[in-house]
């Protein structure tokens, strides 16, 4: 099914004065995007490898570590298997980390040792898989968990995989706090911005959502360009950054403005969300610290309410990046690998991130922490997104006049920065 039409304008009268201006286009009826149509349903993958056979698990506990129990339930993810157990009689548990330490070192694996669900001795372990499954944006949307959250016409429906348990790791933006997503390079970061920036594209339209996105490193954003939803074309000079969260700043000011004429203090679904998107907050801050840190703040402290969420994403979870301010900020958290233990504190405010198995592997931290694989996704789905969403509209023709006063802007903010670097060079050289 096609997006419906409302019915062409009526053809004008011809006795009527032919100086009469043309009657308004019509406005266009988006509809969202039939995705389980224009989504390639994928093929089940995984990579070559052997999981640990449980048998030598219970050994282990029993006759190495000496420690009567019984595996309760095994629950195999996409990245690891967790075995909860249960003490068959109570026991001094302090021993249980030792020998979950012992374990490890024995079977050259990292495993994560955790609270079980149930009551008295109960524990868990998790071990990553030897042949990890991919977890695909197609499975993931394709759930009622996804359904559930984005038949609710107030939320913003986005996917970020699958959790430990097997349950989808699906969020409504609208009701968390920012998010910053850290991890080492290769570790999953721009897959899983995609596959967040898909599912909510394929469900929202562009009256209803509407996309600010940062992009300095220029590869990973660019395949959007074209998509209706953007609310100014794909930033990708970090100096044009910090303009372009001062144009997100106003649209909030001028939000917050229209909230109060309303005599409301949220706005309702007739106003889109903004999501603000940062693929690398490392290179903005390297260059325009402050003014990118100030802006981020007050968009995380006053936008939720005015439906502007942001999202960052940083190779680079170091205290000049990640300052106290934006962390404090941004305190939704998707942690990937890292390479240090001082990136996991900062990520994940403990250690454990240089032990994931990178490719999405991570913990998400929305009120409670939890083992999460990453949805893969690729540019397929964005093609297919554009061209349901540009049917019939010509390229961008709804941004059509934003798209110019921001030109106008970039334009007079690439003058501005010219005129300072000469300030600066002839200061420099004692002129
Ligand atoms: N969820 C995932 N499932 C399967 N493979 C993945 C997943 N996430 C990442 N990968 C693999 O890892 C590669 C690198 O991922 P990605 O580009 O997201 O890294 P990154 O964290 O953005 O790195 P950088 O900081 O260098 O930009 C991908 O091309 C893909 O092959
Ligand atoms: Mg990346």
Known sequence: MRRTQPPPPLIPNEEEDEEEPPPPPPPIIWESAPWTEIFTRPQKSR???E????????SFLKDEAKIGCTVEEIVTAANVITYHVKLNKIMDLSKIPKAVEAMAADFDTDITHGESRGYGAHFSLTIPRGSRETVWIYDVMDTDEFRRIANDPKSLPVIVGMYSDNTPAVLDIGKLPHMLICGTSGSGKSVVLNSMLISA???RTPDQLQLLMIDPKETELIPYDGLPHLFMPIITETYMAAEALGEAVE???WRQKIAAEMGVRTLGAETPYLLVVIDELADLMLTSGKYVESSITRLAQKGRALKIHVIC????PMAKVTTNLIRANLSARLAFRTTTDIESRIALGRNGCTELL???DGWLVVGTEQRVQA???GTDEIEALKEWYCHEVPYNAINLER???WQKSLSEAKERRAAEIEIIEREANGL
């Open 47 to 49: 990579t070559a490898g």
């Open 51 to 58: 999981d640990f056979p449980t048998a030598r698990i219970v």
């Open 201 to 203: 594209v394929a469900e």
């Open 251 to 253: 649209e909030m000011d």
């Open 313 to 316: 994403a940083t190779q680079s």
């Open 358 to 360: 990178g490719n999405g």
């Open 375 to 377: 949805a893969l996704s």
């Open 403 to 405: 798209r110019y006063a």
